[in-house]
């Protein structure tokens, strides 16, 4: 019991000796890659790497994986009230604009309840579904799918 209470003592004293020390130094700017701009407003960020050209879809390498975007979506906004996304993939609009339709389980939400419209989980396409550069992986990757059930 003493033993445990001498421990704690040290340690919150410890940890004061480095709060002190963090506190006289300079605090460390951290920016991300959005710069220092204000989050409801555009960051004016040039992307170093090209977005690939409009092509046909891409092989998927797992089940359920949400399938990559073969077209560039830049300028695509998807707002509260606007989802440029769905002009084209929407079960209204996809024939006319010749786009894959959302499936179905994009209507479901996670008591599976079906709703007419998009559900609220699924229509920020661009969380799930990255459009592509062409860049060198980063890091090898020998990752192979399973023939038979891809
Ligand atoms: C101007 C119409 C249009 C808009 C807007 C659009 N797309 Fe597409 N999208 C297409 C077309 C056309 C295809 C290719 C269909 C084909 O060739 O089979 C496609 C393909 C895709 C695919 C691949 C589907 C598959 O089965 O491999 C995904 C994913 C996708 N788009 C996501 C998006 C997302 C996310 C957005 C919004 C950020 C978006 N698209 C905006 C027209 C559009
Ligand atoms: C939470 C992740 C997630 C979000 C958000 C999401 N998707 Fe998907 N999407 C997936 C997954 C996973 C699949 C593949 C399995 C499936 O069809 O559910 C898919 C499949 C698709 C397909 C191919 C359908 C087919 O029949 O092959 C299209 C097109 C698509 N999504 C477009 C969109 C668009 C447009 C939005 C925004 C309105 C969107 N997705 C939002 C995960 C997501």
């Keep these: 019991m003493k033993?445990?209470?001498?421990?704690?003592?040290?340690?919150?004293?410890?940890?004061l000796g480095i709060g002190t020390t963090a506190v006289a130094d300079e605090p460390v700017e951290v920016s991300s890659l959005r710069g220092h701009n204000p989050i409801d407003q555009d960051a004016d960020v040039p992307n170093p790497k090209r977005w690939q050209r409009d092509r046909?879809?891409?092989?998927?390498?797992?089940?359920?994986?949400?399938?990559?975007i073969p077209h560039s979506i830049e300028g695509y906004n998807i707002n509260r009230k606007f989802n440029k996304c769905l002009t084209c993939h929407s079960w209204k609009n996809y024939k006319s604009s010749g786009a894959t339709k959302?499936?179905?389980?994009?209507?479901?939400?996670?008591?599976r309840n079906v709703h007419a419209n998009v559900a609220a989980r699924r229509y920020f396409c661009t969380q799930c579904h990255v459009s592509q550069v062409d860049a060198e992986p980063l890091v090898e990757n020998t990752f192979k799918p399973v023939e038979y059930i891809r």
């Design 3 to 15: 033993k445990t209470v001498v421990m704690a003592t040290l340690a919150a004293i410890i940890s």
């Design 56 to 68: 046909a879809p891409i092989e998927r390498d797992y089940v359920q994986q949400p399938p990559l």
């Design 102 to 111: 959302i499936s179905q389980t994009h209507f479901e939400d996670r008591d």
